[in-house]
């Protein structure tokens, strides 16, 4: 279930090592969420239909004295005559090995890199947090320091890359109190694993340059 702030909220079984506090195990609020990848499964389950479907109306076609299918006969025969060097050989087994490797790196991949776990609160219950909407917290209240005139934020997994410009007082000054406002707000995010903070400030550049 997912609400327009970007977070999203799972229910699931509390995972082994649970205490009854309620705090989740040492790696339970750590994992990622994994995509339902709907539409390679879509794509996958309709190639298979039809390949399938395919082969079933020609050996129905066969077990009832009829011609078999003339692309069947003639697939036969070319696999049969085609050497294993043959460019069309080579190029259909490096397509089926890209496809097969493909598959494979959507099945042990969690995908959605873009939701972020956070900290568990309750045992049954997981939290992930858009890194689009964190990024907009941490650039609110970046911009709440006084003499900041515009931020920048680029988040990802393990780092949150801000960049500042500062109009008025010392850029140590304001280096400063971002620094603390940004560690808090981080704190805040309730991320199962805060990001690294990386900071840079600089005075805006002249206009049209």
Sequence with gaps: MSDPRGTVLEKSPPP??????????????????????????????????????AFLYD?????????????????????????????WVLTGAAVAAALGLWLFLLAVTPGLRSLLPMRRTRPDVRAGLDRDAAAMVLRDRAMEVAGVQSVRVRMTRARAGVRAAAHFRELDDVRADMTTVL???????????????????????RKGR
Excluded at 31 to 40: G, K, L, Y
Excluded at 71 to 86: I, K, N, V
Aim: hydrophobic letters at 45%; glycine letters at 14%; a positive charge.
């Design 16 to 53: 082994a090592g649970d205490g009854a506090d309620g705090a989740g195990g040492s790696d339970g609020g750590h994992r990622r969420f994994w995509s339902a990848r709907r539409v390679p499964a879509g794509l996958l389950a309709l190639v298979t239909l039809v390949i399938a479907g």
């Design 183 to 205: 560690e808090d707000a981080v704190e805040r995010l309730g991320l199962a694993r805060p990001p690294r903070l990386s900071l840079h400030v600089r005075r805006p550049g």
């Design 59 to 87: 050996i129905a076609a066969v077990r009832a004295d009829r011609a078999g299918m003339s692309w069947r006969r003639e697939l036969a025969r070319q696999l049969a005559e085609r050497p294993l060097d043959d460019v």
